[in-house]
């Protein structure tokens, strides 16, 4: 009887039993997932990202039409957000949305320009810095590339790379 299970085994030259994966077959395996996660991971980040941006631009259009309403009761925008009752909400990023009246003002120093260096907005801006948390007053400028930015009295929100 012994000799029956001894004869039934499948064995190795080493004596053992040999049902594993080989080496090979394991750095085949972790090259092809390595390869895969390389592909899948920056697809990943880039929808994190854009949803971020779309989050962004989202709640600076909803903020301008607020700042709308309160223009319309009161017969000029706020002069702060918290006037109009919209400070301590954060972007994405975790910065303050940044805001400035336009409307009434003399000159055009320290207003934020476009590429032309022609001024985004004649009634007020309102702006995010982005994920770098940064920003110049020109959109051309390189720490300005990643703002979501409302340009054209509201016609356009968005990335600033984009307008």
């Known amino acids: ?4 299970a001894v004869r039934g085994r499948r064995e190795s030259h080493w004596g ?17 997932l ?7 991971v920056p697809a990943l980040v880039n929808a994190r990202e854009q949803g971020r ?6 709640t600076i259009a909803a903020m301008s039409l607020d700042l709308q309403r309160y223009r ?16 301590g909400q954060r972007d994405p990023w975790g910065g303050e949305y940044r805001y ?15 590429r032309f260096l022609v001024p985004l907005n004649s009634d007020y801006d309102l702006y995010s810095a982005g994920a770098d948390l940064a920003t110049a007053a020109p959109l051309n400028h390189p720490t300005s590339a990643d703002d ?12 600033a790379s984009e307008f």
């Open 148 to 159: 979501i930015v409302r340009a054209n009295n509201g016609i356009f929100v968005g990335l």
């Open 16 to 32: 053992d039993d040999r049902s594993g994966f080989s080496l090979l077959e394991l750095m085949i395996a972790t090259a092809l």
């Open 53 to 58: 941006i779309a989050e962004a631009s989202t």
């Open 72 to 87: 319309d009761l009161n017969g000029r925008y706020p002069t702060t957000l918290a006037e109009a009752g919209l400070d």
């Open 34 to 40: 390595a390869t895969l996660s390389a592909m899948v």
């Open 100 to 114: 400035l009246v336009i409307e009434g003002r003399n000159g055009v120093a320290g207003l934020r320009k476009d």
């Open 1 to 4: 009887m012994i000799a029956l």
